[in-house]
């Protein structure tokens, strides 16, 4: 009776009658990724918390043609036609159309359910079912590196912009295994290294002199450690005429032996050298830093996205990250992460986040958010939709961003083995933020 009265609601919600007018028939598996939204809420309402099991993904629903319009083929009859072809296409591209309408409202419903206050069994079971909802950007796809076999001594992953035409490739001597367990090549420590995609150039890493003393008297360097070196670096082009700063992580240069720490660096394009200059202290030591990301300059780093996104200023005299500015965010920020430094457009810094969803002896499955604030960094103008980069549910990690007339364009890498870019249009990219239907239901 429950499943009924919420087919019911929502059903009459939808307006059925614009699906009767196309003569549609829905098939049991439709209906329930309808349904699931609306039962997300009743349950919550109700406290009982009932919710479906089983995702449309585990059993696809099949095309249902109105017996008006179907025909029985003669015996003799070869399929191939034009007209039947393209009727047959009509409808799978409407079905397609109409699957995704609702997919995106029922994203667009569970996302404001995790901007409730929720009860952690409820919430944890809202992003478990969100796979099921989420869907990859459609754009224009660039390899720029081949995949690597698993005994290769190096792979090719994620790629980061340093200026619109010029990429760095992050280049690492593992891979993920489909059970999400890692595998180091031929080495017993995790190494990374760094190539400039348009010139196959490598980037050297060095200590400045004064960092060396540094280091030394305070004790901030720990080579032995199982990943070494400088891990997904950020670069700051500011101005033409300041220096290339950098950002990355690190477990061997670090404050506290055994945590990450970010490591401030410069880049000198003439001859790709990137001198460490400090690690900075976090403004909270005890953390793990992996995701800072620049905005405006040294003075604009955003730290957190939640409770409240959290943008603060390098102090060099004191080595440390110093918070000015918190702005509140909503629930659903709670598991958000720093992905890509902000992009300044029309006015307005957009930025790339990213969440995990933890999956026991499985591949950990990564979204992506872009959130965008506002000119000075003082307030939140608009957040999207979560979606990924491919269809499958993979490691999707996004270092690069940038956006132009045309559209965006994001670098990321799969499982840390691929280097790619996607291009997507302004008209794509408007259908992540554009949820009013959904939030009408």
Known sequence: MFFDSAMHLYIQKEKYHRLAKKKWQLSYQTLTLIALPTLFVLSWLN?????????YEETPSPMVISPETEEKAPANYEFGHNEEINTIQTFLEAEE????????????????????????????TILKTLPSYIRNLKGHTTVLREIKPNDADWRFSSPGFLTPDRTIIRVVNYYVDLDGSYHVSNDHQVKTKMLVAETDEWISVTESPAFSVIAAQENLRYPDVYVTGLEDTRFLVHDKNAPIYTLSSSSEYTRVSGHINQVLGILDPATWTMTIQDVIKSPNPEHHEKNWVFADGLQNIVYGWYPSIQIGAIDLAASELVIHTSIESPKSFSSMRGSTNGVLHENEWWFVTHAVLYRPGQLRYYSHRIVVLDEHLKSITRYSLPF??????????????????????????????????????????????????????
């Open 97 to 124: 159309s109409y699957r995704n309408r609702h997919l995106k409202c029922g994203l667009a419903m569970a996302m404001q359910l995790l901007d409730k206050d929720l009860s952690w069994d409820l919430r944890d």
């Open 47 to 55: 406290g009982t918390h009932v919710l479906p099991t089983k995702s």
């Open 388 to 441: 990924t980069f491919e269809k499958d549910p993979d490691v999707e990690y996004c270092l690069g961003f940038k956006a132009d007339d045309a559209g965006v364009t994001f670098g990321y890498s799969v499982r840390d083995r691929t280097s790619r870019t996607l291009h997507v249009d302004w008209s794509e990219v408007q259908l992540l933020f554009d949820d009013k239907e959904a939030k009408q239901q």
